[in-house]
T-cell receptor, first 112, second 116 residues
Framework: DAKTTQPPSMDCAEGRAANLPCNHS???????VYWYRQIHSQGPQYIIH???NNETNEMASLIITEDRKSSTLILPHATLRDTAVYYC?????????????FGQGTTLQVKP | EAGVAQSPRYKIIEKRQSVAFWCNPISGHATLYWYQQILGQGPKLLIQFQNNGVVDDSQLPKDRFSAERLKGVDSTLKIQPAKLEDSAVYLC??????????????FGPGTRLTVL
């Protein structure tokens, strides 16, 4: 079972920041938080991941709370092309690697 | 750089028939994954290969599903015989590295299977 809880849907105005929350209260100390998104009729796309520090790349920022029980993905200037299902995933450790267990995600609708 | 290729894109079969899907990962990617995505749900991992060896197939219904990656490059996923509940999108993904600290998976466009 997925170890994360996300709101089923959110709206955001084009050009504004989109803040997508995720709860992962049972996360273990060595488990990473990953974010993927899936645009309609496409395969999922990696966005960002982190362990305990905040992370930023060209697509988004990831803010992880100090207790690591929740995180927020920030799309700084949302565009219509950011409309997608966003998955917050705690990557479960499996041997020397890990496994992505997808939940149902948050459907983000960016509106003009 | 070419992405993950999958074929066919769409397949319609009747229950109890057989079907096979093909995946060609990004060149040089050692790890290959097959996922099943039922409408309205997130993808579910069916099987993971590292080169041509199976790393995880715990979620693969082995009585009807099989997968192989004989030369450590492309892969096929087969369903025999298909059931109505197998209707889903079958996604293939690959990754260059799969360590505990880093795993960026690149997904193909998927094959949409409809079982009538």
């Amino acid at each position: 079972d997925a170890k994360t809880t996300q709101p089923p849907s959110m709206d955001c105005a084009e050009g504004r920041a989109a803040n997508l929350p995720c709860n992962h209260s049972t996360i273990s100390g060595n488990e990473y938080v990953y974010w993927y998104r899936q645009i309609h009729s496409q395969g999922p796309q990696y966005i960002i991941h982190g362990l305990k520090n905040n992370e930023t790349n060209e697509m988004a920022s990831l803010i992880i709370t100090e207790d690591r029980k929740s995180s927020t993905l920030i799309l700084p200037h949302a565009t219509l092309r950011d409309t997608a299902v966003y998955y917050c995933i705690v990557r479960v450790k499996a041997g020397n690697t890990g496994k992505l267990i997808f939940g149902q995600g948050t459907t983000l609708q960016v509106k003009p | 750089e070419a992405g993950v290729a999958q074929s066919p894109r769409y397949k319609i079969i009747e229950k109890r028939q057989s079907v096979a899907f093909w995946c060609n990962p990004i060149s040089g990617h050692a790890t290959l994954y097959w996922y099943q995505q039922i409408l309205g749900q997130g993808p579910k991992l069916l099987i993971q290969f590292q080169n041509n060896g199976v790393v995880d197939d715990s979620q693969l219904p082995k009585d009807r599903f099989s997968a192989e990656r004989l030369k450590g490059v492309d892969s096929t996923l087969k369903i025999q015989p298909a059931k109505l509940e197998d209707s889903a999108v079958y996604l293939c993904a690959s990754s260059l590295r799969d360590t505990h600290s880093y795993n960026e998976q690149f997904f193909g466009p998927g094959t949409r299977l409809t079982v009538l």
